[in-house]
């Protein structure tokens, strides 16, 4: 029997936690969707965190555990200084490193029947990849092109659950710390936000109000400086 070869980058209903790396997309997102055939799958630039994850009908379990896993970490910044390259495939390395070296210690720590990459590896190595399943002229020219866009300042802001369907299209099912890690963001006040206040008294909350514009804000403000006149000047 002739075995069905699957589609480079096609991985059906997985799990997986990353850091997505916005601030690499506008230097290596052209090269990424012409090398690395999970681009066109909805991977966006990224650091892998936590790979492969729960089955994708679970993970909602998981949720409240790796909220408050993120919740204990502050966010960092770090640079993507270097081309380098794994068997054809050209990869950014970080510096500092470490940080994404303990993310990942930390959540296998707390997942063990999920190890790194399946355990195929001794060791973890942090990288954003540029181009997969390439050939050695290809990988040149991709290194030729970013190395003078290098280093990439970014900001370690946002963990992501990305889950992939049937198909291997992959979906962003939630994400963690949306301000920054450690920071997470509150949208406009109700139950679950004062819950939330409640339950973690000492995280530094970042409070967003809907609807509430600079123009109000500054009306509010010089209502209340009026207001303090006027009873500073019924006191005398």
Known sequence: ??????PAGWIPLASGIILPIP???AVVGHLRERHDPQ????????????????????VGETLGAIRELFCSIRGFD???V?????????????EPSSPFVQLTATLAQRWPEFPPYGGAFSSV???????DQAASDVLDTVERDVASHLPIRCRAAEASLMCSDEHGFWSRHDDFGSVDLGRPTYRGWNESVRNSVESETTMPL????????????LLVGVGVV???????LKSK
């Open 1 to 6: 029997m002739t075995a069905v070869s699957r």
């Open 23 to 25: 601030d690499a997309e």
């Open 39 to 58: 681009t066109r799958y909805g991977v966006p630039a990224h650091m892998t965190l936590l790979y492969p994850f729960a089955h994708p009908s679970i």
């Open 78 to 80: 770090f640079s993507l």
């Open 82 to 94: 270097e081309v380098r390259r794994f068997p054809a495939a050209a990869y950014l390395h970080p």
């Open 125 to 131: 190595i942090p990288h954003l990849t540029i181009a």
């Open 206 to 217: 970042h409070i967003e109000l809907r609807g509430i514009g600079l123009p109000e804000l």
């Open 226 to 232: 009026l207001l303090w006149g006027v009873s500073r």
